[in-house]
T-cell receptor
Framework: NAGVTQTPKFRVLKTGQSMTLLCAQD?????MYWYRQDPGMGLRLIHY???????AKGEVPDGYNVSRLKKQNFLLGLESAAPSQTSVYFC??????????????FGPGTRLTVL | GEDVEQSLFLSVREGDSSVINCTYT??????LYWYKQEPGAGLQLLTY?????DMKQDQRLTVLLNKKDKHLSLRIADTQTGDSAIYFC???????????FGTGTRLQVFP
């Protein structure tokens, strides 16, 4: 199993450009999440999904959109990138139907710089 | 509200013990977790504790849970340079859809 994968690994954008980050998991997990990590601020939840076709807002959703058209994929979109969106983005997934302690599995991250 | 707090930095000498502390707010959490993030990587589950337990030991790791004070700690015995990382405590939020993470503690191990 590849686990949770993210593409791309690095990206540099200019202010106002758009892009989509792709997250894929091969563990048949129902739940998927997008976080951003900034120095001294830990992980902040952007959006999440509890199943195919459903999405919900997290702590910092403004400026981002998501889609979960297939169970294994969770896309994060930036329609008009801003320098404040410079961050490291992590995707994660878990299944509440699995082991009782509900481990959340993380991708390797995407480092995004907006100039 | 949901809030998990940790100190930001800890520096220890190789071979000493490290203790990372965390306070949380949701007393209904069934499990509490410690995740480890190595440089340039995503988070990985390091260990967890069931809320009915006071202590859990796993090789060099000891987790202590004080439910009365809502305090969780992670002790690493014989700390090695490979233990240098950011450590996050976490609990599931009220509706169990989201993990709530602390701000992370950066552990630096020096020789």
């Amino acid at each position: 199993n590849a686990g949770v994968t993210q593409t791309p690994k690095f990206r540099v954008l200019k202010t106002g450009q758009s892009m989509t980050l792709l997250c894929a998991q091969d563990m048949n997990h129902e739940y998927m999440y997008w976080y951003r990590q900034d120095p001294g601020m830990g992980l902040r939840l952007i959006h999440y999904s509890v199943g195919e076709g459903t999405t919900a807002k997290g702590e910092v959703p403004d400026g981002y959109n998501v889609s979960r058209l297939k169970k294994q994929n969770f896309l994060l979109g930036l329609e008009s990138a801003a320098p404040s969106q410079t961050s490291v983005y992590f995707c994660a997934s878990n299944s509440l139907a699995g082991v009782s302690y509900n481990e959340q599995f993380f991708g390797p991250g995407t480092r995004l710089t907006v100039l | 509200g949901e809030d998990v707090e940790q100190s930001l930095f800890l520096s220890v000498r190789e071979g000493d013990s490290s203790v990372i502390n965390c306070t949380y707010t949701d007393s209904s959490s069934t499990y509490l977790y410690w995740y480890k993030q190595e440089p340039g990587a995503g988070l990985q589950l390091l260990t967890y504790i069931f809320s009915n337990m006071d202590m859990k030991q796993d090789q060099r790791l000891t987790v202590l849970l004080n439910k009365k004070d809502k305090h969780l700690s992670l002790r690493i015995a014989d700390t090695q340079t490979g233990d240098s990382a950011i450590y996050f405590c976490a609990e599931w939020g009220d509706n169990t859809d989201k993990l709530i993470f602390g701000t992370g503690t950066r552990l630096q191990v020096f020789p």
